[in-house]
C-alpha cells in the first residue's frame, strides 16, 4: 500500500484557501478501469433506483470501463430499454441478502450474481453473532446484555445499574431500521420484550453520541477502507421510527475529535480483515457511534448502502475507482492494488423522507436535478452528483406512482452539494435541507410540483 497526495488541497503557500482534507484508500482510476476492461464488458446494477449507479457513471464517461446499466426489480427494465447482455456481463445489487430478488433476477438472465459469500454475509449481518466479529478484531462496543428468547425474567433483570437508556436490537434487522428499538425505562423495555417474545435480542447502553458509518471494500489481500460519514438517524422531520436511517454527510478529520477518524479507519480495517478470514468479498459498511473520541462499533452492513453514492464522489476527487467497481474486482480477482490518497472531502449530504402513515401515492416528483422556486422543486437539466451545484438538488423516486406504502417507508432521497444537518446528537436539519424537506413534502400532498 502506498500513499499519494491528491490533487486540489489548498494550502497558504499556494494561495489557495485551505480544503478539508482525509485519507482515502482504493485502487488508482486509470489502473482500475483497465482492470475491470480485462474481466468484463457489462455491469448490470440492480436496484429499485438508480442514484448509485449513477453516481458511478461519472468515473467511467467518455466511453471508460464496462458498460454500465441500471435496472429496477420492479419495472425490470431501465430508461434505454432491456436489451441482450454483454456477452460478459455481471450483476451487481444493492442488498443481494435481503431477500430473493436479486438472484432470482440475475438467474433469470444468465447473469452471475457478485456479491459476497451467503454465509458470512449472514453472519456479519446478524445483530447478535457479530459480536464475535467485534471481539475476535478487539473492537469495543457499547456495553450489552443478551436476553434469550424464553423464560425470560423482567425487564429490570436486563438492564445494569447506571444505564440511562438502552437500545434494544433483534437478531434480524431490516433496510430501514425496524428491528432496532430504544428504551428510556424499564416499562419501555418490557414492551420490547412482549412485542418480541420468542426471539434473542441485545439490550446495550444508549450512547450518546453521534453516528457515523465508514464504507469499506474486503478483497482478497486488503481491507480498502474509503469514505467516512455522519449518519442520520430517526430525525422527526423524515421518520417516525426511532432507529431509522435519514441520510449521511460525508466527514474530514477536522470535523471530529482529534484521533477519532483514524481510529475509525483502524477500526473498519480490523472488521474487514476478520469478514475476509470468514470467505467474505466485497462492499460492506460498518456503523458506529462516538463516545467522546471513542468510536464504539455498533454493526456491520454486509452490502452496499445509501451513502455509497456520496462516498463514490470522494472517490472521484481522490482519482480513485468508485466503489461499485471495486466491489466487481473484489470478486473476481484474489488480489487488487491499493494505495492510500490524501485528498478533499467533498461537501456533500444526503435526506431520506419517510413515509410517515400508510397511505397511497399518485404523483411524486421525478427522479432528476432541481431548484427551488416559491418554495417548490422546479425540474432543471440534469446533472451528476459531482457536479450539482449549490442551491440545488437531485430528487431520487424510492417508490413508484400509485404505490401503496406503509408507514416508514422510504419514498425519496434529497442529495445536496451542502451540510445537511449539525454534528451533534440530536442533529438538526440546517436551514437550506430544512426548506427542500418541506417542499418535497409539500409535493407528497399535492400541494405543490
Not at 43 to 59: E, T, V
Not at 307 to 324: G, H, K, M, Y
Request: glycine fraction near 8%; aromatic fraction near 6%; include cysteine.
Amino acid at each position: 500500500m502506498r500513499i499519494s497526495q491528491a490533487a486540489g488541497g489548498g494550502t497558504a503557500e499556494s494561495g489557495l484557501p485551505p480544503q478539508r482534507l482525509a485519507k482515502i484508500d482504493g485502487t488508482s482510476l486509470d489502473e482500475g478501469i483497465g482492470m475491470l476492461e480485462a474481466v468484463v464488458d457489462e455491469i448490470h446494477w440492480l436496484d429499485r433506483s438508480p442514484f448509485l449507479a449513477a453516481s458511478a457513471r461519472y468515473s467511467f464517461r467518455d466511453g471508460r470501463g464496462p458498460g454500465l446499466r441500471a435496472f429496477s426489480p420492479r419495472s425490470n427494465s431501465e430508461g434505454d430499454g432491456l436489451g441482450i447482455a454483454a456477452a460478459r456481463a455481471v450483476c451487481v445489487a444493492f442488498a443481494p441478502e435481503h431477500g430473493p430478488t436479486a438472484g432470482e433476477w440475475a438467474a433469470a438472465r444468465a447473469l452471475p450474481l457478485l456479491a459476497p459469500d451467503p454465509a458470512a454475509s449472514a453472519f456479519a449481518a446478524d445483530k447478535l453473532d457479530v459480536l464475535a466479529v467485534f471481539a475476535e478484531a478487539d473492537i469495543e462496543t457499547p456495553e450489552f446484555v443478551r436476553v434469550p428468547p424464553n423464560d425470560r425474567a423482567t425487564a429490570r433483570h436486563y438492564w445494569p445499574d447506571g444505564w440511562e437508556a438502552v437500545v434494544v436490537q433483534r437478531r434480524e434487522n431490516n433496510l430501514i431500521g425496524r428491528g432496532t428499538r430504544f428504551a428510556r425505562n424499564h416499562d419501555e423495555l418490557q414492551e420490547c420484550l412482549d412485542a418480541w417474545a420468542g426471539r434473542e435480542l441485545r439490550v446495550g447502553r444508549y450512547v450518546d453520541g453521534p453516528s457515523m458509518t465508514v464504507t469499506a471494500c474486503v478483497a482478497g489481500n486488503a481491507t480498502i477502507v474509503s469514505a467516512m460519514s455522519h449518519q442520520l438517524v430517526g430525525i422527526p422531520d423524515l421518520t417516525t421510527a426511532w432507529g431509522a436511517h435519514c441520510g449521511n454527510q460525508l466527514v474530514a478529520p477536522t470535523d471530529l475529535p482529534d484521533g477519532v477518524f483514524e481510529a475509525i479507519r483502524t477500526t473498519a480495517t480490523r472488521v474487514g480483515d476478520q469478514l475476509r478470514r470468514r470467505g467474505y468479498r466485497g462492499v460492506f459498511g460498518l456503523d458506529l457511534v462516538l463516545e467522546r473520541n471513542r468510536p464504539l462499533a455498533i454493526e456491520i452492513n454486509p452490502r452496499f448502502q445509501t451513502v455509497v453514492s456520496l462516498v463514490q464522489a470522494a472517490e472521484q476527487r481522490a482519482d480513485l475507482l468508485p466503489c461499485l467497481g471495486l466491489h466487481v474486482l473484489a470478486c473476481l480477482l484474489p488480489e487488487l492494488p491499493v494505495q492510500t490518497v490524501v485528498a478533499p472531502v467533498p461537501t456533500l449530504g444526503q435526506l431520506v423522507v419517510h413515509a410517515d402513515r400508510n397511505r397511497q401515492f399518485g404523483v411524486l416528483p421525478e427522479s432528476g436535478t432541481y431548484r427551488l422556486e416559491h418554495d417548490a422543486p422546479v425540474l432543471e437539466e440534469s446533472r451528476c452528483l459531482a457536479d450539482l451545484a449549490a442551491g440545488h438538488a437531485l430528487l431520487w423516486a424510492q417508490v413508484q406512482p400509485g404505490a401503496e406504502v406503509n408507514e416508514g417507508d422510504e419514498l425519496i432521497l434529497i442529495q445536496l452539494a451542502e451540510a445537511v444537518a449539525t454534528l451533534q446528537t440530536p442533529p438538526r436539519l440546517t436551514a437550506a435541507a430544512s426548506d427542500w424537506v418541506r417542499a418535497v413534502s409539500a409535493c407528497f400532498e399535492g400541494s405543490s410540483c
